[in-house]
Structures are given as structure tokens and as C-alpha cells.
């Protein structure tokens, strides 16, 4: 899944520095791919730190839910 989403936002980069008439095309992909490279790191955090919290969350509102919905 993370690689299809860098090779995704490397494609997006990539077509939109390409198609901008711009002289400063170098400075422009190198700051996407910083921006591109920054946001990947943020998510892989958010959900090595939050993921097994959310799942244990989601566990127990189903748990929680499941008498309701079947009684």
C-alpha cells in the first residue's frame, strides 16, 4: 500500500513539474519531493503509534455493539 502511494505521489510530481512552463523546475521537484518524502513519514508514524490503539478501540466498541445489534 505505501509503495503504491509513493510511486503515486512521485507520478503526480513528476507530470505536474513537467507540464508547468517554469524556469525553476529543479528547485520545484526537489521541495515536492521533500513535501512528498515529510508527509509519507507523518503517516507511518501516525499509524505505527496509533494503530494497534485504534484497533483495540474499534474491538471493543464492536464488542460493545454486538448484543445490541443481534438482541
Sequence with gaps: MN???FA???MQAFFA???EDRK???ATAV????MVGLIAVVIIAAV???GENLDKLF???NAEMAP???G
Design 17 to 19: 513539474d513537467r507540464f
Design 48 to 50: 505505527v503509534l496509533l
Design 31 to 34: 521541495e515536492y519531493g521533500l
Design 3 to 5: 509503495q503504491l502511494y
Design 68 to 70: 445490541k445489534v443481534t
Design 8 to 10: 503515486m505521489a512521485t
Design 24 to 26: 525553476d523546475r529543479g
Design 59 to 61: 474491538d471493543k466498541v
